[in-house]
């Protein structure tokens, strides 16, 4: 079957614009996780969901960064007037179910680039 | 979680076995090993994970001492597309179930 999809793949933004990214995880998964990756850095945990609730959102930037998964399985992560600090790669997981030893797929990720 | 050290960099010459180490000298009892990998603009990918004992899989082997404090994984015969960082994370079985990543070693494999 398909694995994490992510789209855009490359999203190039001016700053002070909205973007939406995009995650489809593996069909029937129920933890959904995002991560953000600065260049030359190893991920850093953004926000994760179990179905549709968002149980931990404590690694959000600021405000101006907001995660959605209202039907517990595509999920949306949107960031409002963006800013240079923004650029990076985004990186969607997704783990069949709450139990934690279940590994995480990733996504390939979209890298944004904010000008 | 527990803090890991890896060393930054490693290589390895194609076809030999591949042996990368990690600290996590305040790994608690009930924390698992893990080890991912990212190759260049990809995502990162799971490769194994223990709590005590010694793993394998068809990708590699996860060597633990008996204190837990460090861990080794083995690459038995590396091939030029193992050349990725390697994570390696502690995880525990409560709480959001995030992955801590540190800066990994960067591991070559030379033709």
């Known amino acids: 079957g398909a694995g994490v999809s992510q789209s855009p793949r490359y999203k190039v933004a001016k700053r002070g614009q909205d973007v939406a990214l995009r995650c489809d995880p593996i069909?029937?998964?129920?933890?959904l996780f995002w991560y953000q990756q600065a260049l030359g850095q190893g991920p850093e945990f953004l926000t994760y969901?179990?179905?549709?609730?968002?149980?931990?959102k404590s690694g959000l930037p600021s405000d101006r960064f907001f995660a959605e998964r209202p039907e517990g399985s595509v999920s949306t992560l949107k960031i409002q007037r963006t800013q240079q600090e923004d650029s990076a790669v985004y990186l969607c997981a997704s783990s069949l179910s709450w139990t934690s030893t279940r590994e995480q797929f990733f996504g390939p990720g979209t890298r944004l680039t904010v000008l | 979680d527990a803090k890991t050290t890896q060393p930054p960099s490693m290589d390895c010459a194609e076809g030999r076995a591949a042996n990368l180490p990690c600290n996590h000298s305040t790994i608690s009892g009930n924390e698992y090993v893990y080890w991912y990998r990212q190759i260049h603009s990809q995502g990162p990918q799971y490769i194994i994970h223990g709590l005590k004992n010694n793993e394998t899989n068809e990708m590699a082997s996860l060597i633990i001492t008996e204190d837990r404090k460090s861990s080794t994984l083995i690459l038995p015969h590396a091939t030029l597309r193992d050349t990725a960082v390697y994570y390696c994370?502690?995880?525990?079985?409560?709480?959001?179930?995030?992955?801590?990543f540190g800066q990994g070693t960067r591991l070559t494999i030379n033709p």
């Open positions: 969901f179990q179905n549709e609730a968002q149980l931990d």
């Open positions: 994370i502690v995880r525990g079985i409560q709480g959001a179930q995030k992955l801590v």
């Open positions: 069909s029937g998964h129920v933890s």
